[in-house]
RNA sequence: GUGGACGUAGCUCAGUGGUAGAGCCCCGGGUUGUGAUCCCGGCUGUCGUGGGUUCGAUCCCCAUCGUCCACCCCA
């Protein structure tokens, strides 16, 4: 009989790995509402139109890597490469945009059909923070404020934050066509990823890593010298913020992303500490975006944070604060001794709320009892045997401490004297 | 999508053209009611899957699936 494989791509999270991801998510949702973001849950699947609306039709994402399928009802419908549009998608359905402004944050899964490497999955998990209606350069430097503060919560140090502005669309279609012209002169010396890219996305030539290709890169023009004069004000003015925000960055001329609908602002955190995957949090400005999908003009701005790159940063870091152990464990041997251990534990849980109460369920003698007592990590084991259960009181015996010895204490009152006991602890 | 490496016990890995082993983990005993140490014993494998070569394949060949790494792309 053959086993039932896992989709290739898509991980089990075991609980072994569980910390790092609930100190993540907790941290976030924490800090998230400290900024005064709120939360918003939206579908997994939408109709395929609409990403290919917003992310653009010739992006790589939209091209080859949309789980894209039709449904009973003959919709076309696509499970979600990125939150953004779903959740833009959400505010126009809902009517939250006029004349209001939001921060929303969201958290779930996203998939894209790519082959899976080091940080990059089908199935991945991001938070998603975007900020709708507020168009200067002081909501960019809040978000990335927010970002750096999450770093620094999470004990995560490997990580640099690159800046840049994209114009907007107007004068990037302008710079674009500068570009183009210049790398067709030069056709000669493209390589065959930069020819692909010069008909599709040609600001992505500049992001080759390709060494022959530097010296045509080099000689290219920049888009930072063809900024409208609105957009490099706005760029100027973010810059000056963080700066004064004490949060170091650096402006590279070159970072573009991979997303249509990116105007002015972008941004990207990344990392020397995950391979090629480099990228652990980036987003930027989609002023253009909402129109495009129909809603009234709004400014906004947003990012992912990949949460198993995030995870791993946390991992390697070794900042996740340890799963809790066990508080008390109940060793309780024979089938009377377990029904009373039974009831006493679920008094011990009414009388100690948030206390770690474990009973030893499914038998054993005392030595195996006592060896699942020591792997909880349980500071104290709360015996009940035949011979205690016919006098109607337990053993305490505590388990980190050797020197320590057991007492015997009246059933009765050991919800009591286990509070005392793990108090003192 | 392209290229490379690798799939042997739950985990980490060794191994041979004659159907497999170690350590860890787990379980039991030494202690007829007391853990983490120690000693003794025990458990599990379609050797990723399918086909081919061979008297015989876990080993050689092909295919396939999966994992990892890089490109590409991106969180």
Request: aromatic share 6%; glycine share 8%.
């Amino acid at each position: 009989m053959s086993q039932i494989q896992p989709i290739r791509g898509m991980n089990d999270v075991l609980p072994a790995q569980i910390a790092s991801w609930q100190w993540l998510e907790a941290t976030a949702r924490e800090l998230l509402a400290a900024y005064g973001y709120e939360e918003i849950r939206v579908p997994v699947v939408e109709q395929t139109q609409l990403f290919k609306r917003a992310i653009g039709e010739f992006t790589d994402v939209v091209e080859k890597e949309m789980y894209s399928f039709v449904d009973q009802g003959k919709e076309q419908l696509t499970l979600r490469p990125e939150a953004t549009a779903g959740i833009v998608r959400a505010a126009i359905s809902n009517g939250l945009l006029r004349g209001a402004r939001h921060r929303l944050w969201l958290t779930g899964p996203m998939f894209r059909h790519e082959k899976p490497q080091k940080g990059r999955f089908r199935q991945f998990h991001q938070i998603d923070v975007e900020a709708i209606g507020f168009d200067g350069p002081d909501i960019d430097a809040e978000l990335i404020a927010l970002s750096a503060r999450l770093w620094k919560r999470l004990g995560i140090g490997r990580v640099s934050l690159n800046i840049n502005s994209l114009g907007t669309s107007e004068s990037r279609r302008e710079y674009r066509e500068l570009l183009v012209a210049y790398f067709r002169a030069h056709h000669a010396k493209l390589d065959e990823d930069s020819r692909r890219r010069l008909e599709g996305n040609p600001l992505r030539i500049l992001d080759s890593k390709n060494p022959e290709m530097q010296a045509i890169v080099a000689g290219a023009p920049l888009l930072t010298d063809h900024l409208d004069p609105e957009s490099r004000a706005h760029f100027a003015e973010l810059c000056a913020m963080l700066r004064d925000l004490d949060i170091p960055f650096t402006i590279n001329p070159r970072l573009v992303r991979g997303l249509d609908y990116y105007s002015r602002t972008v941004f990207e955190w990344i990392t020397d500490a995950l391979g090629s995957q480099d990228a652990v949090c980036s987003g930027g400005r989609y002023d253009g975006l909402i129109t495009q999908l129909g809603g009234d003009a709004t400014p906004a701005i947003g990012f992912a944070l990949g949460i198993e790159r995030v995870v791993a940063l946390i991992e390697q870091a070794g900042t996740a604060p340890p799963s809790r152990a066990a508080d008390v464990y109940l060793v309780a041997v024979g089938e009377a001794p377990l029904r009373a251990a039974l009831k006493l534990a679920e008094a011990l849980r009414e009388a100690l709320p948030g206390r770690r109460i474990e009973l030893n369920v499914g038998g054993g003698n005392f030595k195996a009892q006592f060896r699942r007592a020591d792997r909880s990590g349980a500071q104290l084991a709360v015996v009940l045997g035949a011979d205690e259960l016919a006098r109607g009181v337990a053993q305490l015996k505590p388990l980190r401490d050797a020197a320590a010895a057991q007492s015997e204490v009246a059933l009765a009152a050991v919800p009591s004297e286990v509070g005392v006991w793990l108090a003192r602890a």
